[in-house]
């Protein structure tokens, strides 16, 4: 009975989100300690993945980030192929507000950043889809930490937002990161998408066949230039929702429920720790103040809050939607706030926005993703338990 406590807080939210944070302060810890040899040359290490003529060769951290990632996508497109059919989004009056705040939240961030960067000596421009991003499990336990008390609605709103932000990012990711296109991997990867497609025809389907369809699609792709993001929400839109047999969980729920504890406990914590590790030893004040990482933060922090609840304010004071059931505007200013922290697909989307430049260019963009995020979590968890406080007051 002792362990009871244990694995309900590691099903919770909030835990996932200690345990991705825990994993950027180590990856700071150790890029700025006596063992940031041994961190760098571990996350640069080449590994080699040879399967009959499919041979890959990359670091540790590319591994990571175009590998295992690759999972966290496909959960992301399990998360939103529920919503479409069974959750929020299948409700065209509950998605606008949402929708239209994750719009507003990715144009305000990209506009801050585009006003930083353009035209300025260092200005890096067409970096500027990396602000545009919210990191839901970061941004959803922030909340749990802080939301006794707090309507659900907020929790559904934030969720709704986050994942159509998310949906936005990975249209960015295929539309602007793509590199020289191999046909021959295109061709193959299309193959097997259509046998994923076909196999959700076939009821009692082993998830053996699904598993090993999803891996060769992720290689195809990953030959193929484009980014792996994408293998993962296509192969997510070939689970089927339904279940395998009368009375039994939803193939789609099951898939959801089984990989979140290895998303939320080991990649993307593994993701934080060869990602966000950043030296700071020759970085100058002038360099953190760079356009780049100024632009990020500026854009996660500012551009975000603003975006998000302008458009909020704009439809509900035009009665073209209302406020989230039983929602205060400090309350929603909040959870605007909690947009901001963009940290796993910001990183993401950095790595591949400045691929190639440097490791300068990419210890600033950490650092503009790192402060940016910080300060919305720890800003959004301050107002949120502020107005958690308010109503408990007004409750007594």
């Known amino acids: 009975m002792a362990l009871r406590p244990t694995l309900d807080f590691l099903k919770t939210e909030s835990a996932g989100g200690a345990a991705l944070a825990g994993s950027a302060a180590l990856a700071l810890i150790a890029a700025n300690s006596p063992f940031a040899t041994d961190y760098f040359q571990f996350i640069s290490a080449p590994f080699t993945v040879s399967v009959g003529d499919y041979v890959e060769t990359l670091s540790v951290r590319d591994w990571v980030g175009q590998g295992l990632m690759s999972i966290f996508f496909f959960v992301v497109g399990l998360e939103i192929k529920q919503e479409l059919l069974k959750g929020e989004f299948s409700s065209p009056r509950k998605l606008a507000l949402p929708l239209a705040a994750a719009v507003g939240g990715m144009a305000m961030p990209a506009l801050v950043y585009l006003a930083i960067n353009v035209g300025l000596k260092g200005g890096a421009p067409a970096a500027w889809p990396i602000p545009t991003a919210t990191d839901i499990a970061f941004a959803l336990a922030a909340l749990a930490l802080v939301g006794r008390g707090l309507p659900e609605s907020l929790r559904l709103f934030l969720l709704t937002l986050a994942i159509a932000d998310d949906l936005g990012a990975i249209g960015l990711i295929a539309l602007l990161y793509t590199g020289h296109i191999h046909a021959w991997a295109i061709a193959g990867a299309t193959a097997t998408l259509i046998a994923l497609i076909g196999l959700s025809e076939w009821k009692d389907a082993p998830f053996l066949f699904r598993a090993v369809g999803f891996v060769v699609l992720a290689a195809f792709t990953m030959k193929s230039g484009v980014s792996t993001s994408l293998a993962g929400v296509a192969a997510a839109f070939t689970v089927p929702i339904d279940p395998r047999r009368p009375g039994q969980e939803g193939v789609l729920k099951h898939f959801m429920q089984s990989l979140h504890p290895y998303v939320a406990f080991a990649i993307l914590p593994l993701f934080a720790f060869t990602a966000a590790g950043v030296s700071l030893a020759g970085v100058r004040l002038s360099d953190a103040l760079a356009p780049a990482p100024l632009g990020i933060a500026a854009g996660l922090f500012l551009g975000k809050q603003v975006g998000v609840l302008a458009v909020v304010f704009a439809l509900v004071r035009f009665g073209l939607a209302r406020r989230p ?53 720890l800003c959004g968890a301050g107002v949120l338990a502020l107005a958690a406080r308010r109503r408990a007051r007004l409750a007594a």
């Open 325 to 377: 059931t039983g929602a205060s505007w400090l309350e929603l200013y909040g959870v605007a706030l909690l947009c901001g922290v963009g940290f796993t697909l910001s990183l993401f989307i950095g790595v591949l926005a400045f691929n190639g430049q440097g490791e300068l260019a990419r210890s600033q963009m950490t650092l503009g993703v790192v402060v940016g995020s910080v300060a919305s979590a």
